[in-house]
């Protein structure tokens, strides 16, 4: 069965620190990678995705993810954090059937808490 | 251009009660999946709608049940509930079985007490 693990469940950062954030999924197959954010008290938005192509994904404000296939990881990482980076970040996958998807698959998520 | 909106934002049932949850797939899209993320944890699949039939199901009890329409909206029905079906529940849609990308709804929280 697929599983996705997230390293770390909570980060505390300083503005302007580096972040980086842990992704490995177990599956042997095809796969789509996604970084979802969930700010407080908004729904679940997506952050970037990796299909195919460049395993270097540039998303939504200044992040980005390495897809490593050898490691079977999807890290994420931003330069500098700021305030307003504070949120949940959910690394999720599903697997690619020929034309079709598998449902998605969510680790459980890293709170992210950014100190001004 | 509308989101995936879903209905109601708030619940509160007892114990063995039923509920009904609604959702509204973002304009054309007809693809239609619902999630439950409890407190703490990463949203987990419940099922998948598809021309008004379940396509695919996680591993949730017969308590969980779906149904689409033609203008293909969605609800969830859950019965008997138990204290543990205390969570967020999310709806999220794409542009046909292929669509990879899945645009989420605000949820709605259901409390059982």
Redesign the interface.
Known sequence: AQS?SQHNHHVILSEAASLELGCNYSYGGTV?L?W?VQYPG?????LL?Y?SGDPLVKGIKGFEAEFIKSKFSFNLRKPSVQWSDTAEY?C?V?A?YG???????????TKLSVKP | DAGVTQSPTHLIKTRGQQVTLRCSPKSGHDTVSWYQQALGQGPQFIFQYYEEEERQRGNFPDRFSGHQFPNYSSELNVNALLLGDSALYLCASTPGLAGWEQYFGPGTRLTVT
């Open positions: 996705v789509n996604f979802y908004q729904h679940l938005q997506l995705k299909f959910f999720a599903n690619r034309g079709s998807q598998g449902n998605l698959i969510f680790g459980k998520g």
